[in-house]
């Protein structure tokens, strides 16, 4: 059973311009949410994370939006470079899991130049 | 940048063969995890550990096995590897609760 689901599947987008995923969770005793971006052959890196007692978090060009009571919450990279083209995964988790995170399917993004 | 190392990164061995997976972080991270990922998939859980002695198995369903018997190390078997089983392993590890989980670069495994 898929804990998160995460869309689009794939993404193309302009450079300089706003790429959009959105990522939804069913289970309210999640608590972490953080967002991971992986380039081909390589491991998954943090890009950005969030807990719910806050509804937006900003770190350069990348800001994740949070909506508790829609069980939502969306990646947005501003002034999108073609080298942000990589897949992107959110992720959720409860700290009774020791944090072992449940990751959405994944966002293949292009930025084209 | 994360000090996580997984060996092998690429292997290929045929049906029915003993495999190891090797996974070794030199942060001192109490919590260690494989992860399976098959190409442009996501990620699945299949093991965990929140220290020596302790493993437990994911939310994924697999027939490998693993151990901790040093902070340090934490590797993957498969006592006998099967084609279903080609995929790629990624390791990950954490400390306390609340904080990153770093990754290693993965090992990919491909059974003929």
């Known amino acids: 059973q898929q804990q998160v689901k995460q869309s689009p599947q794939s993404l193309i987008v302009q450079k300089g311009g706003i790429s959009i995923i959105n990522c939804a969770y069913e289970n309210t005793a999640f608590d972490y949410f953080p967002w991971y971006q992986q380039f081909p052959g390589k491991g998954p890196a943090l890009l950005i994370a969030i807990r719910p007692d806050v509804s937006e978090k900003k770190e350069g060009r990348f800001t994740i939006s949070f909506n508790k009571s829609a069980k939502q919450f969306s990646l947005h990279i501003m002034d999108s470079q073609p080298g942000d083209s990589a897949t992107y995964f959110c992720?959720?988790?409860?700290?009774?899991?020791?944090?072992?995170?449940?990751f959405g399917k994944g966002t293949s993004l292009l930025v084209t130049p | 940048e994360a000090d996580i190392y997984q060996t092998p990164r690429y292997l290929v061995i045929g049906t029915g063969k003993k495999i190891t997976l090797e996974c070794s972080q030199t942060?001192?991270?109490?919590?260690m995890y494989w992860y399976q990922q098959d190409p442009g998939m996501e990620l699945h859980l299949i093991h965990y550990?929140?220290?020596?002695?302790?493993?437990e198995k994911g939310d994924l369903s697999s027939e490998s096995t693993v151990s901790r018997i040093r902070t340090e190390h934490f590797p993957l078997t498969l006592e006998s590897a099967r084609p279903s089983h080609t995929s790629q392993y990624l390791c990950?590890?954490?400390?306390?609760?609340?904080?990153?989980?770093?990754f290693g670069e993965g090992s990919w495994l491909t059974v003929v």
């Open positions: 550990s929140y220290g020596v002695n302790s493993t």
């Open positions: 992720a959720a988790a409860r700290q009774g899991s020791g944090y072992a995170l449940n």
């Open positions: 942060m001192g991270h109490d919590k």
């Open positions: 990950a590890s954490s400390r306390g609760t609340g904080n990153t989980i770093y």
